[in-house]
């Protein structure tokens, strides 16, 4: 298996947990929120699409979807531009609101089409290029691309378990 292949698998398995995780909620169960703190399925899968789109983008050298796709206007959230949601306050995971099923999912498809198109031409030397020195020891491109996947999955798991509390809860 090449190095492409392997990633394109990873990325897939969360492209497939979105998928399942938004088919056939309704507005209020994309908005619910199991407690005061905790995060709703709407933001939890727009997390997910900002922080891969937000990283893969900027070690591909590209314009984030987010902007070049004009998902940000058509969301519509009262963030910074940039913001991913790392960090975010009870408050300011409230305010990603009003985003259908189907935007969501849209922003997440572009996101991972890009996605697959850039790990598609990857190395395993490329896997070693430094791409954060603001960290020690420096980050390299494929700690980057494993910190992406890991982030999505466990925020895809934390989605499909707020789904279950509002299936059976």
């Known amino acids: 298996m090449e190095i492409g292949e392997l990633l394109a698998d990873a990325f897939g398995r969360v492209q497939g947990e979105v998928a399942?995780?938004?088919?056939?909620?309704?507005?209020?169960?994309?908005?619910?929120?199991?407690?005061?703190?905790?995060?709703?399925?709407?933001?939890?899968?727009?997390?997910?699409?900002?922080?891969?789109?937000?990283?893969?983008?900027?070690v591909a050298d590209r314009e984030q979807a987010w902007t070049a796709g004009g998902w940000e206007e058509r969301f519509g959230l009262d963030l910074p531009p940039g913001d991913t949601g790392y960090g975010h306050t009870p408050e300011?995971?409230?305010?990603?609101?009003?985003?259908?099923?189907?935007?969501?999912?849209?922003?997440?498809?572009?996101?991972?089409?890009?996605?697959?198109?850039?790990?598609?031409?990857?190395?395993?030397?490329?896997?070693?290029?430094?791409?954060?020195?603001?960290?020690?020891?420096?980050?390299?491109?494929?700690?980057?691309?494993?910190?992406?996947?890991?982030?999505?999955q466990q925020h895809g798991g934390q989605a499909a378990y707020v789904r279950g509390l509002i299936e059976h809860g």
């Open 20 to 58: 399942g995780v938004l088919d056939g909620l309704s507005q209020e169960d994309l908005e619910a929120r199991p407690g005061p703190g905790a995060n709703s399925i709407a933001w939890l899968v727009w997390h997910i699409a900002r922080v891969q789109d937000d990283h893969v983008s900027e």
């Open 92 to 152: 300011q995971v409230a305010k990603v609101a009003g985003v259908s099923g189907k935007d969501l999912l849209g922003y997440y498809e572009a996101v991972h089409a890009n996605t697959l198109e850039y790990v598609a031409a990857l190395s395993a030397a490329d896997l070693d290029r430094v791409v954060d020195t603001r960290w020690t020891p420096h980050v390299t491109l494929g700690v980057r691309l494993v910190s992406v996947i890991d982030d999505n």
